[in-house]
């Protein structure tokens, strides 16, 4: 199953390429949730409300996905948490980056731990990014992430993926300097998710994904989750030893070799073959805006 958020905060089922209004199920199971829960109402929803969706969706028209404003398939995340050199082709490079201008290179994913990216960061492929500081180097990480479906903490290795609702396409905007990781990572529009979320059923295997993407029809990344350092069993066994992840909570999951710099006017396509692809412009930040 395909669930997108679109338009003004519509709910909707995706079939091939066109999009199923469900927003009456969001609307009843939002005003049933109490304020005071942590997560996401809807993905908490999911599983019990799936069977009503599937058929809601089979009763309404479509609406070609082309013509709808995707939104984050996730609305209310408690945290989007975040893994950093997760492949070794990518902390070669980077290491080799370090080297060159003689600082000091990230450590290991074991040492450096997870991180967080600011929930105001969060948007959908067609809310676009926004360069804030166009003289220094922005760049693109393509990841495959992690959605969780109920809540858990300390969560045993092999029961991992049973908390996992599923999967959607994370783009980690990073503008590199000297600040801390999270500062720079949680600019507004740095957080990229979409274009909808696939139900975990539909992929088995989250550790045997390809992922890609291009740059104005140019390729610049392109590997597949079994490169993972920590796979995402080991992501989700670690983070929970750290943190409670809710309904709807985000796990970007690392990203490989080949980052490099988008500017105002560039186009990103990102592309996990189990989900599909988003399209990410790139504009300047308007002051104010």
Same mark, same amino acid.
């Given at each position: ?12 089922? !995706? ?30 929803? +999911? ?33 989007? =948490? ?44 067609? @809310?676009?990014?926004? #360069? ?8 693109? @990480? =393509?990841?495959?992430? #992690? ?7 300390? &969560? ?11 999967? *959607?396409?994370?783009?980690?905007? *990073?503008?590199?300097? %000297? ?7 949680? #600019?507004? *529009?740095?957080?990229? +998710? ?8 539909? &992929? ?8 890609? #993407?291009?740059?104005? $029809? ?16 080991? +992501? ?7 943190? *409670? ?12 070799? $080949?980052?490099?710099? !988008?500017? %105002? ?25």
């Amino acid at each position: 199953m395909r669930l997108c958020r679109y338009d003004d905060d519509r709910l909707g089922v !995706v079939r091939g390429d066109m999009v199923h209004d469900v927003t009456e199920a969001q609307t009843q199971i939002r005003a049933a949730a109490p304020y005071a829960m942590k997560g996401d109402a809807v993905i908490a929803a +999911l599983p019990a409300w799936r069977s009503r969706l599937e058929e809601m969706a089979a009763k309404a028209p479509g609406k070609p996905v082309s013509q709808v404003k995707l939104l984050s398939p996730v609305a209310r995340p408690s945290k989007l =948490v975040a893994a950093p050199t997760n492949y070794k082709a990518h902390i070669e490079e980077m290491a080799a980056r370090a080297a060159a201008q003689n600082v000091k290179p990230s450590p290991a994913i074991g040492t450096a731990g997870l991180f967080l990216k600011a929930n105001s960061s969060l948007v959908g492929p067609s @809310e676009g990014v926004a #360069i804030r500081f166009p003289e220094r180097r922005n760049e693109h @990480e =393509v990841e495959l992430a #992690i959605i969780f479906g109920k809540q858990g903490s300390d &969560i045993p290795r092999e029961k991992a993926l049973d908390y996992v609702i599923g999967y *959607t396409i994370g783009l980690d905007m *990073t503008a590199r300097g %000297p600040e801390d990781r999270s500062f720079r990572k949680s #600019i507004d *529009t740095y957080s990229v +998710l979409g274009p909808w979320l696939v139900t975990a059923d539909e &992929i088995p295997d989250p550790d045997n994904v390809p992922l890609e #993407i291009s740059v104005n $029809g140019e390729v610049k990344q392109n590997s597949n989750t079994k490169q993972l350092i920590y796979d995402c069993r080991k +992501l989700i066994e670690w983070g929970s030893t750290f943190y *409670t992840f809710y309904p709807g909570d985000v796990l970007y999951t690392g990203t490989p070799e $080949g980052v490099s710099p !988008v500017k %105002p006017g560039d186009t990103m396509l990102a592309r996990v073959d189990p989900i599909g692809e988003m399209s990410v412009s790139v504009r300047a930040h308007r002051a104010g805006g």
